[in-house]
Every structure is written in C-alpha cells, then in structure tokens.
C-alpha cells in the first residue's frame, strides 16, 4: 500500500505538473509558428505515463 500512496501523491501530481508545462510551451510555439515536435512527443509520452499511472493506481485501490 505505502507504493501505491507515492504514486498517488507524488508521481501524478507530478506528471499532470509537466503535462501542464509542455501545454503552455506547446501553446507558446504554435503562436510563435514554430516547430512543435518534440512538445507533441513529450506530451504524448506524458500522457501515456499518467494514464498507465492512475490505472495502476486505481486497479490497486479496488
């Protein structure tokens, strides 16, 4: 149990922190009309790891 509380109160708040900042970048360059490839990939990355995170966590809890 004491896994499953460091990831529910430290890994996903933490991956939604960095999701957000990639956003906001992400954002900031299609303004600029930049190049957005690597935010693209790294917010899918991320996402992935958030979504694989909170089922581990919900799958544990129930």
């Known amino acids: ?5 460091f990831f529910l ?3 996903l708040p933490m991956l939604g922190v960095l999701w ?3 956003l906001v ?3 900031k360059k299609i303004k600029e009309e930049r190049n957005t ?3 693209t990939i790294f917010g899918a990355v991320l996402t992935f790891f958030f ?3 909170f ?3 919900f799958a544990d809890l129930h």
């Open 25 to 27: 970048s992400l954002l």
């Open 20 to 22: 957000f900042l990639n």
């Open 55 to 57: 089922m581990y966590v």
């Open 51 to 53: 979504v694989f995170t």
């Open 1 to 5: 149990m004491p896994i499953v509380l």
């Open 9 to 11: 109160w430290f890994v």
């Open 37 to 39: 490839r690597n935010q």
